[in-house]
């Protein structure tokens, strides 16, 4: 009988606190399961990319119980088996890859109910390279931001009080926090972009998102337009803004506003780099990866996602 296979960000005290109660459940109801938690950073790779080695006959869906991190760190796991349904129970910070996906599941009930369905949808991903350093590709689901947004996942990530504000369920906070404390020191540069092909040069670039899902950072709109079964990838530029005009962008950014914005570029394509003067940070789903420059190829229906 083939069995779910859960992944628990066992540093995540709400991530625990679901799984513990869908737990119980699932026992009533005589569903079979695995469950692992991870120990350290990258642990949720590990594992996933063990159990679907070993196990890959007996897995149902392999289930992330955690924020994007937790997911973004499971999908890389699952790259040679991706024919294997991956699902999501949220538990973290941003949310933004079950709020697409499955439009957050909330409640033991509708959990449960999520686990008993049969359904499954194709989904794109994306490439991530870091150019010149390392021939590893990592994969991404939601999306990949440059410059200032890199800056503040990294500094998230890294915060004492993210882990106080997801205990009071305030998780999205830490972003905006970690937003003004790095705007105190961050200085907007010049980037050229390329998208498949085509090279644009900006100054003053506060950010390069590239967007397979209009969201991140906990509910931010960047790439309003984005799909993620279009086989396109959507980027969005910020720059030639001074610091009172880019916080009032970042008002407007959580509904999509910001598009109308002159200083605000938009673009679609499938192969995108991004070369700048100095080294800039890089998330993916949220997770720092590095620096500047950056390679970012679409790959279209590559997952198999439960919804």
């Known amino acids: 009988m083939k069995k779910f296979f859960f992944i628990i960000n066992a ?11 869908l737990k119980k459940v699932m026992d009533e109801e ?30 149902k869906a392999v289930i992330a119980v955690g924020g994007d991190g937790t997911i973004h760190e499971v999908l890389n796991g699952m790259q040679e088996n991706q024919s294997i349904p991956l699902g999501f129970i949220s538990g973290g910070s941003g949310n933004d890859i079950v709020r697409v996906l499955t439009k957050d ?3 033991l009930k509708k959990q449960l109910l999520y686990l008993k369905r049969n359904r499954i949808v194709k989904t794109d991903s994306g490439n991530i390279q870091l150019v010149g350093r390392s021939n590893k590709i990592q994969s991404f689901i939601s999306a990949i931001g440059i410059g200032l947004d890199g800056e503040v996942a990294k500094s998230t990530n890294e ?9 009071l369920k305030l998780g999205s906070l830490a972003y905006v926090f970690t937003l003004f ?3 105190k020191f961050y200085v907007p540069d010049s980037m050229e972009v390329k998208i498949d092909g085509q090279e644009y040069g900006f100054n003053k670039v506060w950010l390069v998102a590239v967007g397979n899902m209009p969201y991140y950072g906990g509910g ?14 959507d980027v969005c530029v910020v720059h030639d803004l001074s610091l ?42 949220g ?3 590095g620096t500047t420059p950056v390679r970012i190829k679409v790959q279209p229906g590559t997952v198999s996602v439960k919804i």
């Open 11 to 21: 540093n995540n005290a709400k991530a625990i606190h679901t799984f513990n109660q």
């Open 287 to 289: 997770e720092y990866k």
């Open 30 to 59: 005589e569903i079979s399961y695995r469950t692992f938690y991870t120990e350290y950073s990258g642990h949720a790779t590990e594992i996933a990319k063990k159990i679907t080695y070993i196990n890959k006959d007996d897995i």
């Open 220 to 233: 931010m709109k960047i790439c309003p337009s984005a799909k993620s079964n279009d086989g396109i990838l």
């Open 105 to 107: 599941v909330k409640g």
């Open 159 to 167: 915060a004492a009080y993210k882990k106080y504000l997801h205990k």
């Open 181 to 183: 404390k790095v705007l």
């Open 244 to 285: 009172f005009k880019l916080l009032l962008l970042f008002i407007s950014v959580f509904w999509g506003g910001h598009v109308n914005v002159q200083g605000v570029s938009q673009y679609k394509g499938k192969e995108i780099e991004v070369v700048t003067r100095r080294s800039v940070a890089i998330h993916a789903d």
